[in-house]
T-cell receptor
Framework: EAQVTQNPRYLITVTGKKLTVTCSQNMNHEYMSWYRQDPGLGLRQIYYSMNVEVTDKGDVPEGYKVSRKEKRNFPLILESPSPNQTSLYFC??????????????FGPGTRLTVL | GENVEQHPSTLSVQEGDSAVIKCTYSDSASNYFPWYKQELGKRPQLIIDIRSNVGEKKDQRIAVTLNKTAKHFSLHITETQPEDSAVYFCAASFNDYKLSFGAGTTVTVRA
């Protein structure tokens, strides 16, 4: 089944403890992206990747890192999480790098709480 | 960067009536405008999109219109049904890679 998966789905952690949220897609998609969703702010793009080893900043990249060593995986890394990173995170992917050429599929979301 | 404003933030309509959500964008170079629907507890899903070289696009009960001169675009849902109740997000992309979203509209369809 074609899908985007994220792990973990729920995470409660403490300030400063490094964490990684994994994202994987099995559709051979070139483009992958991370978003955070906060009430009243909609979705905001954190980072995106157009291919292996090609990543770029979205609108809110501060405090986050990403890597794209394999086409199927695009982990989101929080080196030193802070309470303002408490949010619902979505990974997304699409077949081609040009948004609008193909549908962008979202993962199920990861709800992160930083105490 | 691109700034997308979305109105209204909440919308309540009687079943069978129409719903209209409006968005404005700031970057005149934006050329792709998707709309996403997010049901409670679920992930966003693309419902319709439009490119800047098209003024209107329809898909059954939903339609999107784009006014490039005024830099605004709208989602129209006709003959609303209870299953249309959800949060709707507009978005705009100016370089085909970055996507900026509006804050969302919570639509409630009253039976």
């Amino acid at each position: 089944e074609a899908q985007v998966t994220q792990n973990p789905r729920y995470l409660i952690t403490v300030t400063g403890k490094k964490l990684t949220v994994t994202c994987s897609q099995n559709m051979n998609h070139e483009y992958m992206s991370w978003y955070r969703q906060d009430p009243g702010l909609g979705l905001r793009q954190i980072y995106y990747s157009m291919n292996v080893e090609v990543t770029d900043k979205g609108d809110v990249p501060e405090g986050y890192k990403v890597s794209r060593k394999e086409k199927r995986n695009f982990p989101l890394i929080l080196e030193s999480p802070s309470p303002n990173q408490t949010s619902l995170y979505f990974c997304a992917s699409s077949l081609r790098i040009d948004l609008g050429t193909d549908t962008q599929y979202f993962g199920p979301g990861t709800r992160l709480t930083v105490l | 960067g691109e700034n997308v404003e979305q109105h209204p933030s909440t919308l309540s309509v009687q079943e069978g009536d129409s719903a209209v959500i409006k968005c404005t964008y700031s970057d005149s170079a934006s050329n792709y405008f998707p709309w996403y629907k997010q049901e409670l507890g679920k992930r966003p899903q693309l419902i319709i999109d439009i490119r800047s070289n098209v003024g209107e696009k329809k898909d059954q009960r939903i339609a999107v219109t784009l006014n490039k001169t005024a830099k605004h675009f709208s989602l129209h849902i006709t003959e609303t049904q209870p299953e249309d109740s959800a949060v709707y997000f507009c978005a705009a992309s100016f370089n085909d890679y970055k996507l900026s979203f509006g804050a969302g509209t919570t639509v409630t369809v009253r039976a």
